[in-house]
């Protein structure tokens, strides 16, 4: 008898081992990918989201704009008034992982910041995590000055060549991302978390010469531990990384960061930069996964891409939508991609991006009247 209790003891202790790591596994791994109706619920709530890819006017990157020697609470409030304005209620900002290397405390304590003047302005940001455009070498402390006439000269990639190449740099990223999304995780002023924007960017032809051979292979494992890393926290938010070139039409045609961005988001987005009939299409196209749809860029002027025909097209569909660019700043986005081979001597003759001058004045006055009308139902 006192061996078979012994034995049911030694029966009992392993159970309670085994329930105990079970937790904590659980503990770590965070909540799941959001059922379809958890994320459609979580959707009907925040009304039509309409909003921009904002950065302040005199930043020209992620680094500059958080900083604690630029980071400027006085320009933020102005600019995201002049956002409200037009009905906005939401802004795509991104941040970077050598601001938290850099500062942790102060770097939260900016983002708070940040989210103070935003819900002062009934304004609800998209956090970028990571981000795959433009300059691969990026370098904490003054920023360069823009080039002129070229846009987004001074933007850079978070993580960096370096950071991206290097896998024993895995556990600062980690740091950085559970580190940003713990702090926020119930902070319902905050909409969403964008994991990685275009992952798979080789930047051609600004940087392609001097970026990673083979980027995507680097990006994907990495890109797997970012998910995983931000739902450890278990936000309230939903998680998303989208897509923005190749084939969509089917699920079987995307490319595996494509698929590994899809089944890894709590809500479908995408970028689509050219005219109203692509951009319906790819609408339809992801509607199969029955999940909330958010274009997270679009609006390129010459490339037909215009408020004027994506955004009733948005409402339509009840699909959320950024713009890129607020205000005619140091990125110089008022200027084409094309600028990086293509000299320019003065402004466009149609601009790019962007919807307000320096000043606060409207670069199209008919376009900030038409956004008003379609937020705010109000001519």
């Known amino acids: 008898m006192m061996k078979q209790i012994q034995h049911l003891s030694i029966l009992v202790f392993f159970a309670i081992l085994f329930q105990n790591n079970s937790f904590a596994t659980r503990i770590n791994k965070g909540r799941e990918v959001w059922s379809v109706k958890q994320a459609n619920e979580w959707y009907a709530r925040q009304g039509w989201l309409v909003g921009c890819n904002y950065i302040p006017g005199d930043a020209i990157n992620q680094l500059e704009m958080w900083q604690a020697s630029t980071f400027n609470e006085k320009t933020i409030d102005k600019e995201l008034g002049w956002a ?159 897509v923005w070139s190749g084939d969509w039409s089917q699920h079987e045609k995307l490319k595996p960061i494509d698929k590994l961005a899809i089944e890894e988001s709590d809500v479908i987005s995408f970028h689509n930069y050219s005219n109203a009939v692509s951009f319906e299409n790819h609408i339809k196209i992801l509607q199969r996964y029955n999940r909330p749809i958010i274009c997270t860029e679009y609006m390129a002027r010459p490339s037909e891409s215009l408020f004027a025909t994506i955004l009733p097209i948005a409402k339509k569909y009840n699909t959320a939508v950024y713009n890129w660019g607020l205000v005619d700043g140091k990125t110089q986005t008022k200027y084409p991609w094309d600028s990086w081979v293509k000299q320019y001597e003065a402004e466009p003759p149609l601009w790019f991006h962007d919807i307000f001058k320096a000043d606060g004045r409207a670069y199209k006055p008919e376009e900030v009247k038409l956004i008003k009308e379609l937020t705010t139902g109000k001519k």
């Open 84 to 242: 409200a304005s037009l009905g906005m209620n939401t802004v795509r900002v991104y941040l970077h992982d050598l601001l938290y290397e850099q500062d942790k405390q102060g770097f939260l304590k900016r983002i708070d910041v940040f989210l103070r003047i935003a819900a002062k302005h009934r304004i609800k940001p998209m956090f970028v995590l990571f981000d795959s455009c433009w300059d691969p070498f990026p370098v904490l402390g003054t920023q360069r000055s823009p080039k002129p006439h070229v846009h987004n000269s001074g933007w850079v990639q978070s993580p960096g060549y370096a950071a991206l190449k290097d896998p024993a740099q895995y556990p600062r990223l980690e740091a950085y991302i559970k580190g940003v999304v713990s702090k926020f995780a119930n902070d319902k002023r905050i909409l969403a978390w964008d994991v990685w924007n275009e992952p798979d960017n080789i930047n051609n032809p600004s940087y392609v010469k001097v970026e990673l051979a083979d980027k995507s292979k680097y990006v994907y494992p990495l890109m797997q531990k970012a998910f995983m890393w931000a739902r450890s926290a278990s936000p309230v938010q939903p998680l998303t990384s989208g």
